[in-house]
């Protein structure tokens, strides 16, 4: 059974940083694309950024600058370093991976990011 599980968030003031991570277990094909989503009450859920398989990003215009996606490969891990964090950032953030082979999609359980002061 394919996990996803994250980490990393929690309650920051603005202007902080954190790190979240997304650890992918029990699949059985090599994972493509990896991103993060987030979603605040009441809003849609949006594609906050996203990596290829070789590194390929795209950021939502509001992060860019902001946050970085990186994935290590070996450890079928993908991360978000998000800096200069605003209280527009608050949200629950979900991590996706793609199996492409099998036309797969897998989430996260979600992680809470609280930026208020």
């Known amino acids: 059974q394919v996990q996803l599980v994250e980490s990393g968030g929690g309650w920051v003031q603005p202007g902080g940083s954190l790190r979240l991570s997304c650890a992918v277990s029990?699949?059985?094909?090599?994972?493509?694309?990896m991103g993060w989503y987030r979603q605040a009450p009441g809003k849609q859920r949006e594609l906050v950024a996203s990596i290829t398989s070789v590194g390929i990003t795209n950021y939502a215009d509001s992060v860019k600058g902001r946050f970085t996606i990186s994935r290590d490969n070996a450890k079928n891990t993908v991360y978000l370093q998000m800096n200069s964090l605003k209280p527009d950032d608050t949200a629950v953030y979900y991590c996706?991976?793609?199996?492409?082979?099998?036309?797969?999609?897998?989430w996260g359980q979600g992680t809470q990011v609280t930026v208020s002061s």
């Open positions: 996706n991976i793609r199996v492409e082979i099998i036309l797969r999609n897998y």
């Open positions: 029990g699949s059985r094909f090599s994972v493509d694309d």
